[in-house]
Each structure stands twice: as structure tokens, then as C-alpha cells.
């Protein structure tokens, strides 16, 4: 049972594009939403997280879309560079200390074009 | 500060043996995770531990594999008798606490092959 689903697995952006990056949960005890970016060969690192009580979140050129009744969530790079190609992965734990793990969607490798 | 390191960042070894893979957290931090990294899985949630208390280990995927956290820092997880199909990227990573919205600090990994 998967319970964190993302889409597409792939992605080709041009520099300055839109990249956009969905992912949807089934289970509404999640509170708690990161992404995480991760380059070949390193492990990956902590980009942006939102909680439920908001609908959107923006850090730079990156901001997370929350939609909660519809149990979605996504995550927009504004003017995307060609530094910004990774993998990117969606997550959802149990946050306020009753589970400390992280669900993991597959990742989505993100090419973009110069 | 140092972050989270893992030893070896390589391993290659026969199926049936054992190996040992380890993991050196971010001083202070109190939890600690291991994770598998199979090409397009994604990463999966083996195993974690918080200060003293006991690991939960609900990811493990199967009794081969287990691991220990000795004096509440260094984190050496065992898979005995691998198989094929345990070859993987092996993560760690630790946060100050095992609350799940505290930031996972991940180590490199330890890429595993079994031959």
C-alpha cells in the first residue's frame, strides 16, 4: 500500500519555467509535509515543509501547495535553473511525537534546460 | 558543523554473506533512521531510534536485517545472509528529536551491491 503518491516520475523544464511536482496521501493523520531535494550521490536534503493549517507556503523560488480536502499536495519552482535539476521527493510523517518516520513518494527527477 | 557520515560509501559482496554498515549521527541529535534507496522506490523506512527507548522496527523487511545504537550515538545496521535483492542505497539520518516534523538530516548513503 503506498501512501504517498507522486507524479510524474520525470520532468524536462526549460530555464525560467515552472516546474511542477503533485503529490496526494491517503491517510488524514498526516501533519506534517516536507520535500526533500537530493542530488546523485548525496543523500537527500530537507527544501521546504508545510503543516495542513495552511494552504500554501513559499520559500524563495519554491512554494507548496495544500489542498487538504482533496488530501493533494505540490511543490512550484518559480524561473527554474538548470542548478535545480536533482530528484525530487515528497514526504508525509505523523508529526507532535507519535511517529518519527518519514513516508517517502518515488521522486521525481526534474532536467532542466539551459 | 559536522554533518551525518555512513561507512563504507561502498560495498560489494557475495550473496550469503553478512555485512555491517555504519552510520555516525550529527552530535546531539537523539533520533536516528535508516532508510533503503532502491532504484524507483524511492526511500523506504527501515528502522529508528530515539535516546533510550526501544527502536521501532516496523520497517524492517525482513528478520535478516537488523540493527543497534550503541550509547545513544553510532548506529551499525546488519543484514545477514544478503540476498540480491537487498542491493540498494542504505541512508541514515538523525534529527534533534524523533518528532516527524523535525528536519532529517541525511548522510551520503552506503551503496550496497550483492553479486
Known amino acids: 500500500q503506498q501512501q504517498v503518491k507522486q507524479s510524474p516520475q520525470s520532468l524536462i523544464v526549460q530555464k525560467g519555467g515552472i516546474s511542477i511536482i503533485n503529490c496526494a496521501y491517503e491517510?488524514?493523520?498526516?501533519?506534517?509535509f516536507p520535500w526533500y531535494q537530493q542530488f546523485p550521490g548525496k543523500g537527500p536534503a530537507l527544501l521546504i515543509a508545510i503543516r495542513p493549517d495552511v494552504s500554501e507556503k513559499k520559500e524563495g523560488r519554491f512554494t507548496i501547495s495544500f489542498n487538504k480536502s482533496a488530501k493533494q499536495f505540490s511543490l512550484h519552482i518559480m524561473d527554474s535553473q538548470p542548478g535545480d535539476s536533482a530528484t525530487y521527493f515528497c514526504a508525509a510523517s505523523f508529526g507532535g511525537g507519535s511517529q518519527g518516520n518519514l513516508i517517502f513518494g518515488k521522486g521525481t527527477k526534474l532536467s532542466v534546460k539551459p | 558543523g559536522a554533518g551525518v557520515s555512513q561507512s563504507p560509501s561502498n560495498k560489494v559482496t557475495e550473496k550469503g554473506k553478512d555485512v555491517e554498515l555504519r552510520c555516525d549521527p550529527i552530535?546531539?541529535?537523539?533520533?536516528l533512521y535508516w532508510y533503503r534507496q532502491s532504484l524507483g522506490q524511492g526511500l523506504e523506512f527501515l528502522i529508528y531510534?530515539?535516546?533510550?527507548?526501544?527502536?521501532?522496527k516496523s520497517g524492517l523487511p525482513s528478520d535478516r536485517f537488523s540493527a543497534e545504537r550503541t550509547g545513544g550515538s553510532v548506529s551499525t545496521l546488519t543484514i545477514q545472509r544478503t540476498q540480491q535483492e537487498d542491493s540498494a542505497v542504505y541512508l541514515c539520518a538523525s534529527s534533534l528529536v524523533w518528532d516527524g516534523s523535525y528536519e532529517q538530516y541525511f548522510g551520503p548513503g552506503t551503496r550496497l551491491t550483492v553479486t
Open positions: 531510534f530515539q535516546g533510550n527507548s526501544a527502536p521501532d
Open positions: 491517510n488524514t493523520a498526516f501533519d506534517y
Open positions: 552530535s546531539g541529535h537523539t533520533a
